[in-house]
């Protein structure tokens, strides 16, 4: 399959690489240091990476077949050849992936950071691969060492395949992208002089000629210099060129026993990390003089470009020396004046004699604030070549560092034609202001040549974006061919026509207009110009059109409201009864709206209402009735279906709802309890079929929302149950029906009982306990929740006290408070009575809030928590990441925690997603200096991969479950310390 996508240059380059680095290798085995197969001379492994990087990973069994080829001729068994070469392919594919997928490594080495990447990943660490392999092959089957030797032969191996990556790939990228020199003879002249001062070094450094003729053994280090040089005065090519040279001198002064590095045993290292070392620094030099090149050619190129622009502007540019009255002008300068740039430098003075005579008081001043340091923005004249000239001059002036003005900088444009165009516009706007009609001046082929101020105000349209143009431009198309026809057809007969027409302003509002059009005529009876005047009558159109929408449609969302959803359900029923078909009637109730209203306010409750009636309208049929009959209910009445029917729109409108919608730049996601009620299963009337409908939404709601319900008479047994709730919490705090469950929250350091949460529990004398998912929303939406929160803040606060006074450890005891009590102007005065009540520090008490504090009247939420803050009261945001996270406000808040929520904790072993969501709260909350509880914890798992990530806290079923107050004291008395509930290793 892999040879089958090959083309014929994908054939041709691997034959090419299979040739070349068998014959690399072939000169590199030559100078074998260890078994016949290991030497540091070995070119094939750069030439591979090269060929890789360039053509594409799929050239691989090129390399395969080279190394194979090469590797036979070293007297190993077939094996162990065939092992070799699956090494230093495998080699040259992990290099050439570390670079091209995981660094962006640039092929063309345009930077230092490239050469870096390729010394790392391709030179030391992809050929540890090829190196530890081959070496392997080389004892088990190859014979040539013994195992002891392996590390040396591996040490050898591996430095070899280095020195090629970094001296050869960087070779074959040089020949590759063609950076050729332009050679003039003096270039030659210093090549030749370059490199016959590396060859005579190199003999001095590598042979034992230094030695015998001086008595001195020169340094390796004199040839840096040289390698400089070629990098500073030449291109990549010639850089390799002396370096390759200079690895070919070492490698044979190493094998020949002569020069600086004459033992193969104890020099080979040097001689390596000396060429890797001048080779990453030649690289190194190279790119870094690249980069100067580059750079000083996008200055010259951003100098050019400049000045163009400044000519396609008119704009012209100047510096000034303020000590020295030195000025330099840019060539637009000159040109604005008419002045011939001769080389002669101006001065301030020159362009100041061309100012016109009634501007230079203002000039004056405008320099006289330069000289002080004032920056300058000025309109003047000039008079040059005889002709009066606008200028428009900005300046601006830095300081020395005395704080006296030094250097000012300023621009010069030629407004002229600006200030002719303004004194036009003037002059129409002058001639049509006494008109409160909007009036349009077009000439013979209706292009307009001027317009009144009505005209700007009632379309939108300034002159300047309409004059030219024809009035076509504001056609609404609600009008056809015919129409215009016949308006041409009478100013052609008549000369003039009027009538109602519709037109388009600029921000696409279709609006009408009572308008009458003449054409004027010249001596001989030719037209000349059209006048069109034209006066808004969309008022009177309103009134006529609110008339009927008031009485039939909502004002917010334009949908029939309940009055023609009781005529469209009455016909309904006259035509299904007169042809035996069934109808649907859906109510729907968007589930925790008021949330949105309370926490985000009215104006994005309403802007969520209108989405989601174009969401619904969007759900159903053409012929189907969707209407708003208060609040946030809503119905659709489905024509000619039955419940299959009803329930496939059902689901299709909660899936339409679960979409994100973006208000204001929240992100909203509603969800809705939808009940429905055929017809004629359940009613024949339209009162009794909402009322059904109305009952199976309340039980959708019961039964967990975002779900629909259809009407059964055993429904009404659950309404009533719904409806009757409201009353049984009023009667809960007389009766002493609300107790607090307190769950202990463990310390992931020490292990420890660091706080407990009071929660709410409500036991109904006759349905037992209910839970606070179902009474908590009714008490929020009836307000009962003020009295409710208050009982449990002093219920938790005295508890705590009566615990303190027992000698129980000290820990904070938390206690959630609601959007709905932060609404309270007294709440921060609460807090503080309960504490002096209840003699407690302040922070011993920890308020545990939802994101929707950050949606609320943001003054009055921060000057609360900061009145708690100062207090000392301790303050963590509960259920974090759920709601309407804004890190603008988090910022701001002073808070002591976060509480990560546990539909995030549940699935952190299984579900990623929700592991990186936990990840980066932690580390969110800890940047912020918050400590971070998870909630929910069940099992050993989950409290390790929190631990691990660096969760502070962790409260759940696995540590506790929440306990009555009693039960908690046995808890914490049967743990020493307040220790764990349960056996919790700790490390």
């Known amino acids: ?66 190394a194979f080829l090469a590797t036979l001729g070293a007297d190993l068994p077939i094996l162990a050849v065939t092992g070799i070469a699956c090494g230093n392919t495998a080699a040259a594919l992990l290099g050439a992936s570390l670079l091209s997928r995981k660094t962006g490594f640039n092929h063309h080495l345009e ?23 081959g070496a392997f092959w080389l004892e088990l089957l190859g014979g040539k060492v013994e195992w002891q030797d392996y590390g040396q032969t591996f040490l050898f191996w591996w430095m070899g395949d280095a020195l090629g990556v970094v001296l050869f790939a960087p070779a074959v990228f040089a020949f590759y992208r063609r950076d050729s020199l332009e050679w003039t003879p003096t270039l030659r002249l210093w090549a030749l002089l370059m490199f016959g001062t590396l060859i005579v070094l190199s003999f001095f450094v590598f042979t034992d000629f230094g030695k ?139 362009l100041l004699d061309y100012v016109h005579p009634d501007d230079r008081n203002m000039m004056d001043a405008c320099a006289a604030g330069v000289m002080r340091g004032d920056p300058c923005d000025i309109e003047h004249r000039i008079v040059a070549d005889g002709q009066t000239k606008w200028l428009r001059q900005t300046i601006e002036v830095d300081l020395d560092r005395t704080g006296r003005p030094a250097t000012a900088f300023g621009t010069v444009r030629d407004i002229t034609r600006r200030k002719l165009t303004e004194e036009n516009l003037r002059l129409a706007a002058n001639v049509f202001e006494g008109s409160g009609e909007a009036i349009v001046i077009t000439d013979a082929d209706a292009n307009i040549l001027s317009v009144n101020q009505a005209f700007t105000r009632t379309s939108g349209y300034s002159l300047e974006e309409v004059k030219g143009k024809n009035p076509r431009m504001l056609s609404s198309g609600k009008h056809d061919n015919d129409f215009y026809r016949a ?105 925790r709206f008021k949330y949105v209203n309370d926490s985000m306010g009215h104006g994005v409750g309403d802007k969520l209402l209108q989405v989601v009636a174009q969401r619904l309208t969007e759900c159903v049929r053409e012929g189907d009735t969707v209407s708003r009959i208060g609040g946030d209910e809503f119905v659709v009445l489905l024509r000619e279906t039955d419940a299959d029917g009803a329930a496939s729109v059902a689901a299709k409108i909660l899936e339409s709802f679960a979409a994100v919608s973006d208000i204001e730049g929240v992100h909203i996601s509603t969800h809705a309890s939808i009940g429905i009620s055929i017809y004629p299963d359940n009613t024949t009337d339209a009162e009794t079929m909402i009322r059904n409908a109305d009952v199976a939404m309340y039980c959708a709601k019961e ?38 469950h307190y769950q202990p929250q463990l310390d992931l350091t020490t292990g420890m009982v660091c706080g407990a949460e009071a929660l709410l529990r409500w036991n109904h004398p006759e349905t037992g306990t209910i839970s606070p998912v179902d009474f908590i929303p009714v008490a929020e939406e009836t307000g009962q929740i003020l009295p409710i929160g208050e009982w449990a803040l002093r219920a938790a606060c005295r508890q705590l006290a009566e615990w303190r006074g027992q000698g129980m450890a000290a820990f904070p005891i938390s206690v959630n408070v609601s959007v709905r009590q932060l609404r309270q102007t007294n709440l921060a005065q609460l807090v503080k009575d309960v504490l002096e009540e209840t003699r407690l520090h302040p922070g011993d008490l920890e308020l545990e809030l939802t994101e929707g504090i950050m949606m609320v009247d943001t003054q009055a939420a921060m000057a609360f928590l900061t009145q708690m803050h100062e207090m000392g009261v301790r303050l963590s945001i509960d259920d974090f990441g759920t709601g309407y996270s804004s890190l603008s406000y988090l910022k701001r808040m002073p808070l002591d925690r976060l509480k990560i929520d546990q539909s995030f904790v549940r699935d952190i072993e ?67 310390g307040g220790g764990q509930g349960r056996d919790i290793p700790m490390t």
Not at 15 to 29: D, E, M, P
Not at 111 to 133: E, K
Not at 937 to 954: N, P
Request: net charge positive; proline share 3%; with cysteine.
């Open 1 to 66: 399959m892999l040879l089958s996508n090959l083309n014929k240059s994908d054939w041709l380059r691997m034959g090419a690489l299979s040739v070349i680095y068998f014959l690399t290798a072939k000169a590199g085995l030559s100078l074998a240091l260890s078994g016949g197969a290991v030497t540091l001379f070995w070119p094939p492994s750069g030439i591979a990476l090269a060929a890789l990087l360039l053509f594409g990973r799929r050239l691989w069994p090129g390399i395969f077949v080279g």
């Open 111 to 133: 930077s230092v950071q490239d050469v870096l990447r390729l010394l790392a990943f391709g030179a030391l660490i992809s050929t540890a691969l090829s190196a530890a392999n």
């Open 212 to 350: 015998h003729l001086f008595g001195y053994q020169f340094k390796p280090s004199i040839i840096l210099p040289v390698i400089i040089w070629a990098a500073l005065g030449f291109n990549l090519r010639i850089t390799i060129l002396v370096l390759l040279v200079t690895y070919g001198f070492s490698i044979f002064g190493l094998i020949a026993g002569v020069g600086r590095f004459a033992n193969i045993p104890t020099d080979a290292v040097d001689v390596w990390l000396y060429n890797i070392i001048i080779g990453v620094v030649g690289l190194c030099a190279v790119m870094m003089n690249e980069q100067r090149s580059r750079a000083y050619k996008n200055l010259e190129r951003s100098e050019r470009n400049f000045k163009r622009a400044q000519r396609v502007v008119g704009m012209g540019s100047w510096q000034m020396d303020l000590g020295k009255n030195k000025l330099v002008c840019s060539d637009e300068v000159y040109a604005i004046f008419g002045l011939a740039n001769n080389g002669q430098p101006l001065s301030q003075q020159d």
């Open 487 to 591: 308006m041409w057809a009478a100013l052609s007969s008549d000369g003039f026509w009027q009538g109602e027409i519709w037109d388009k302003d600029k921000s696409g509002r279709v609006f009408p207009r009572w308008m009458s059009i003449s054409a004027i005529k010249d001596e001989q009876g030719i037209v000349t110009h059209y006048i069109s005047i034209a006066a808004d009558i969309t008022e009177r159109k309103a009134a006529e059109k609110n008339i009927h929408a008031l009485a039939y449609f909502d004002v917010l969302t334009g949908l029939p409201n309940r009055m023609l959803l009781h005529d469209r359900i009455g016909q309904l029923v006259t035509s299904s009864h007169r042809d035996k078909q069934k109808f649907a009637l859906l109510f729907i109730d968007l589930d």
């Open 703 to 740: 039964a967990g929302r975002n779900n629909f319900q259809f009407f059964t008479p055993g429904l009404d047994f659950h309404a009533r149950r719904l409806f009757s709730m409201e009353k049984d919490l009023r009667l809960a705090m007389e009766r002493n029906e609300f107790i607090l």
């Open 910 to 976: 299984i579900d990623e997603n929700d592991a990186a969501i936990v990840r980066s709260i932690i580390s969110l909350a800890h940047r912020f200096k918050l400590r971070v509880i998870a909630e929910g914890v069940e099992t050993s798992e989950q409290m390790d991969f929190l631990r691990i990530r660096g969760c502070d806290e962790i409260q759940g079923f696995y540590f506790s479950h929440p306990l009555p107050a009693d039960e908690f004291v046995k808890f914490i008395k049967s743990h020493p």
